[in-house]
């Protein structure tokens, strides 16, 4: 029903609209700055700084959804992989590519010596949360997220 394979940079136009639909799912629909074209710097120049999974439909070779990831360091626990996103369209969620992406990524996990894989989730998000569960991760609620955005990033550091 669907393939999964490594993205593509020319796949990168309907990998940003996937993120679009989060987005608006999420209800932050302003809050995507990014372009096809930081993305394909960010993604395939000289210093690549994620990956991609997607899947795609067989029957109409339409990509339905993708898994971004990147690596980061723990200084407890090594190197791992971080999932940013996994996102399926609406209209295809609860038919398997969800799941098909996440093995998929965790497969990359072991692939590249990672000591595991983190990501978030939306606390009010209760079909990610229970799909996470049925693989038993652990979901830590003791974190806060913390973020400065490059406009207050400048701002702080024009102060001093």
Not at 44 to 61: E, L, R, W
Not at 83 to 91: A, K, P, Y
Not at 140 to 147: K, L, S, V
């Amino acid at each position: 029903m669907y393939t999964i394979r490594e993205g593509k940079a020319e796949d990168l136009p309907r990998i940003l609209e996937l993120i679009r639909e989060l987005a608006v799912y999420e209800k932050a629909p302003n809050e995507v700055i990014n372009t096809v074209a930081m993305m394909k710097e960010d993604g395939f120049g000289k210093n690549p700084v994620f990956g991609f999974f997607v899947a795609v439909k067989d029957n109409t070779q339409e990509i339905i959804a993708t898994s971004i990831y990147y690596y980061r360091y723990s200084t407890w626990k090594g190197k791992r992989l971080y999932l940013e996103d996994l996102i399926v369209t609406e209209i295809e969620r609860g038919n398997g590519a969800g799941k098909l992406l996440f093995d998929r990524t965790l497969l990359k996990t072991l692939e590249d010596n990672c000591s595991g894989m983190t990501w978030q989730v939306l606390d009010w998000n209760t079909p990610a949360i229970n799909f996470y569960k049925k693989y038993g991760a652990d979901l830590d609620e003791g974190w806060i997220n913390c973020n400065l955005q490059e406009d207050r990033i400048k701002k702080i550091l024009q102060m001093q």
